[in-house]
Nanobody, 120 residues
């Protein structure tokens, strides 16, 4: 059983910063991709950023230059540093672990979500 536990969400003023973290636990051999997605009210879930085990990174155009994704492979943890936050960044942020190799096969997992609210 693999679980993803997210932390770091909250309320911040426009222009402020937040750092999200997501730790995967369980008997994991390898996590190929880790990433962050977000879902605003009334909208579909969208990709924010992903990072592979080899360090290849992909960002949504809307966050390039403001958000930085990183991971600690030894700790199975992914981070999202969010700077220059805007009200339109308000959403529930979900952690994703993709193509996770465990003893019974390869699976994808999602965290429970953490609320990020950008408002004055």
């Amino acid at each position: 059983q693999v679980q993803l536990v997210e932390s770091g969400g909250g309320l911040v003023q426009p222009g402020g910063s937040l750092r999200l973290a997501c730790a995967a636990s369980g008997t994991i051999f390898k996590i190929n991709v880790m990433g962050w997605y977000r879902q605003a009210p009334g909208k579909e879930r969208e990709l924010v950023a992903t990072i592979t085990s080899g360090g290849w990174i992909n960002y949504a155009d809307s966050v390039k230059g403001r958000f930085t994704i990183s991971r600690d492979n030894a700790k199975n943890t992914v981070y999202l540093q969010m700077n220059s936050l805007k009200p339109e960044d308000t959403a529930v942020y979900y952690c994703n672990a993709g193509r996770v190799l465990i003893s019974t096969g390869i699976y994808d997992y999602w965290g429970q979500g953490t609320q990020v609210t950008v408002s004055s």
